[in-house]
């Protein structure tokens, strides 16, 4: 199922979405491409891989995952 979202007006929405389906990860590492692809293999859910990583850009500034490294510009982030 695709989501159709406004990715300005329903900003707040996606980025909760993203990060509870992140925050199991703990202590694992990934990345935005990743969670999309996970987001798509388990929920069904076509979530653009920007939204992951800009949730998971937020998540490292409040400390709640760390970046590990890039990767092909993919940005992987720790889990904390």
């Known amino acids: 199922m ?3 979202y406004d990715g300005y007006k329903d900003q ?3 980025r909760a979405l993203c990060r509870t389906l992140i ?3 703990k202590g694992q590492v ?3 491409m990743s969670m999309r692809i996970e987001a798509s293999d388990l ?3 076509s979530i653009d891989h920007h939204e992951f990583a800009y949730t998971l ?5 409040e400390g709640l995952a760390e970046h590990s490294a890039y990767h092909g510009g993919d ?3 720790k889990i904390l």
């Not at 850009?57 to 500034?61: A, C, K, L, T, V």
Request: proline share 4%.
């Open 2 to 4: 695709e989501l159709k």
């Open 12 to 14: 707040k929405y996606i």
């Open 23 to 25: 925050m199991p990860h």
């Open 30 to 32: 990934v990345s935005g």
């Open 43 to 45: 929920y069904h859910l």
């Open 57 to 61: 850009d937020q998540m490292s500034r």
């Open 75 to 77: 940005t992987q982030y």
